[in-house]
């Protein structure tokens, strides 16, 4: 059979590897204008300035912007149905918005249905790989799992462990919850691009027999991931302090039971100590930024110098529906204001290394995506560089790279997007405007 070839022409912007903090002329910055990145059978095997001969099916996207597919390191499914909920800090929000709308989730037809919303909004939003939060019921990661495999997509997830401080229907037990985990991951994990997450919600909705259970899931095969939130809320850290009197702090509760792991991705991370600092970076373990969501609910502030500082490694996330929006951009946006109000400025190569190359080594999945380098599945997207007159005019006087870049970021969102291709078909294409 001859090999599927397609090439697309743009400006082709990648990462080698992470760029200097502030560095804005970083040698980590793989700018490629009007160059053509090609692709056999779904990989990347190439990138070249001169057209490719007729044996490659050619997409001419001269003048627009193309870069790896972003990676969602903490976004909820369910939680579509409560993004932009009025007026509550975390606690309150789970309560009054967030349980009661997982609880549809136990019907199977809602989760399908949520589910393939759900990856569609990614894909719409230039988001081609997403470690996500389903809810407690099986069926809801198992719908995940399906609508991520017909799609092609990298996505992680694991049915959500929760058996305490929920209401009715959004509860599972430590017997039931482990028979359905082993399930899934005989089922799922290393299936297509699908791999399972033990999934703890937060220490609050978990009884420490069923952390015990969760940490041995991971203790018991190294190629699981995990995901969970951490130190988010003060009442939330108050809350845990009280419940897990014996640990030194809120992120020591997972640590003691074994949950922080080179593939372990815990949201937040606001109100660590240097001491849980200290602790990430020798765990390998990853935070995921949510900068969003933190301002959305009045979470507070995440020191990313300080995690830098510490040496572990931090992913941009939109934590939907804590976080107002999909967009990446969005989100990078907000983590800009964030840092700015401590006095720390963000630059873009930064930020979107955070949500590209950052992303797949902190998950451990730098070989297949987050890059141009030959060899990874060409998981990818086609930008306008503006659209409307503001931004137009803005990237216009742009003079240096990162001028156009950070200026791109910030005023850009799922509207700039053309197309989103997974493992090199296209998997969303903007309607023609009218
Ligand atoms: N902590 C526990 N559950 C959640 C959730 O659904 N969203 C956020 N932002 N934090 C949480
Ligand atoms: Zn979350």
């Known amino acids: 059979n001859p090999k599927q070839r397609l090439a697309l022409r743009g400006d082709l912007l990648d990462f080698t590897s992470m760029p200097g903090w502030a560095q804005l002329d970083s040698p980590a910055v793989r700018f490629q204008p009007d160059h053509w990145l090609l692709i056999e059978d779904g990989r990347i095997v190439g990138t070249q300035a001169a057209a490719p001969d007729a044996s490659w099916d050619r997409e001419d996207h001269s003048g627009k912007l193309i870069l790896p597919g972003f990676i969602d390191t903490h976004v909820h499914c369910p939680q579509l149905d409560v993004i932009a909920s009025y007026g509550t800090e975390l606690l309150d929000w789970l309560n009054t918005y967030t349980f009661p709308a997982e609880c549809r989730y136990a019907d199977p037809a809602v989760a399908r249905a949520g589910a393939e919303r759900f990856v569609d909004a990614l894909l719409a939003h230039g988001t081609t790989a997403a470690v996500v939060f389903p809810t407690v019921h099986k069926t809801s990661a198992e719908a995940l799992f399906e609508a991520a ?21 959004l509860r599972d037990d430590v017997a039931g919850a482990e028979r359905d985990c082993i399930d899934l991951i005989q089922r799922f994990h290393g299936r297509d691009r699908l791999a399972y997450a033990v999934t703890v919600r937060f220490a609050p909705t978990s009884t420490p027999e069923q952390l015990a259970m969760a940490g041995a899931l991971c203790r018991a095969d190294a190629s699981l991931f995990m995901q969970t939130h951490v130190a988010e809320n003060r009442s939330e850290v108050e809350w845990v302090a009280r419940l897990f009197p014996d640990a030194r702090s809120y992120l020591d ?16 991370g606001i109100w660590l100590d240097e001491d849980d600092r200290r602790q990430l970076a020798a765990s390998g373990a990853q935070v995921a930024f949510c900068p969003s969501s933190n301002l959305f609910l009045g979470s507070g502030l995440f020191d990313w110098p300080a995690a830098r500082a510490a040496g572990f490694r931090v992913s941009a996330a939109s934590d939907v529906g804590g976080g107002t929006s999909l967009s990446m951009q969005r989100n990078l946006l907000d ?16 930020a979107l290394h955070a949500a590209t190359r950052g992303a797949a080594e902190a998950l451990g999945l730098g070989g297949e995506i987050g890059s141009f380098d030959a060899g990874r599945l060409a998981d990818v997207c086609v930008w306008d560089w503006a659209r409307g007159p503001v931004a137009e005019a803005r990237h216009a006087v742009a003079r240096e790279l990162h001028e156009k870049v950070f200026a791109w970021m910030i005023l850009s969102d799922e509207r700039n997007l053309l197309a989103s291709y997974v493992a090199g078909k296209p998997q969303f294409r903007r309607r023609p405007d009218r």
């Not at 700015?340 to 930064?350: I, N, T, V």
């Open 149 to 169: 495999a017909a799609r092609g997509m990298r996505l992680v997830t694991g049915k959500v462990l929760m058996d305490r401080h929920a209401p009715d229907g």
């Open 253 to 268: 509760v997972y640590a003691r039971e074994g949950l922080l792991h080179p593939r372990a991705v815990l949201a937040h």
């Open 335 to 350: 983590g800009y204001k964030v840092q700015a109000m401590a006095g720390h400025r963000l630059s873009a190569w930064a």
